[in-house]
């Protein structure tokens, strides 16, 4: 594993971020683990969420103009990725949107830099593909273009839109093939596997989410 995404997944379990135990997941499946990107509710643990994403973005390589932060979730999310970004020495624009278009003031339906170029869409998980079909929406209405999506946590798992067959694929992977740009995480079910496997102490939780995987889980490819 690379050095920030081992740092991730011990940094999301301390905060309490990355739990274990028995959870119910959008799709209906019982999860023995469960992210929960609301916690990083503080300055500090927000400041270290935000440079783990610009250390993704960087790695990446993926071309950018801007950062775009789809509302609620991605507001901060946008926010503080562009100021560790601009700490590193890539300065960056972004914005996000309103719930509701504003009539008055400045107006308009996102607030920030303009929207132009090619756009980064920074959120926390990718489930069912709601938040990124409407940022891309937002994104092209505008005259600009997505160029890729970044999240915390890739959970590599069967999307809800295939069944387990030869063109299985994960939500993630779903988002790729149905608006052709990459999507990138911090970290991957991978990594936790990795984390897991490295200490012995959670051999426990190893088993429980080795299992998950078999059943659910998807390679990428």
Known sequence: MSN?????????IKQKVLCFGEFKTKAGRLSPYFFNAGLF?????????????AEAILFSKIPL???YGPAYKGIPLAAGTAIALAEKG???????????AKGHGEGGSTVGAKLQGGVLIIDDVIS?????RESIALIRAAGATPCGVVIALDRMELGQQTE?????????QEVERNYGIPVVSIATLNDLLGY?????????????VQSYRDRYGIERK
């Open 196 to 208: 897991l496997q490295d200490n012995p102490a959670m051999a426990q939780n190893l088993q429980a």
């Open 90 to 100: 890539r300065n960056v624009p972004y914005c996000f949107n309103r719930k509701e």
């Open 128 to 132: 069912a593909g709601t938040s990124v």
């Open 41 to 53: 509710n503080d300055g500090e643990s927000l400041k270290q969420l935000t440079q783990f994403y």
């Open 164 to 172: 387990r067959n030869e063109d299985e694929l994960s939500a993630a």
């Open 65 to 67: 103009d801007m950062l």
């Open 4 to 12: 920030f995404r081992q740092d991730f997944i011990r940094f999301a």
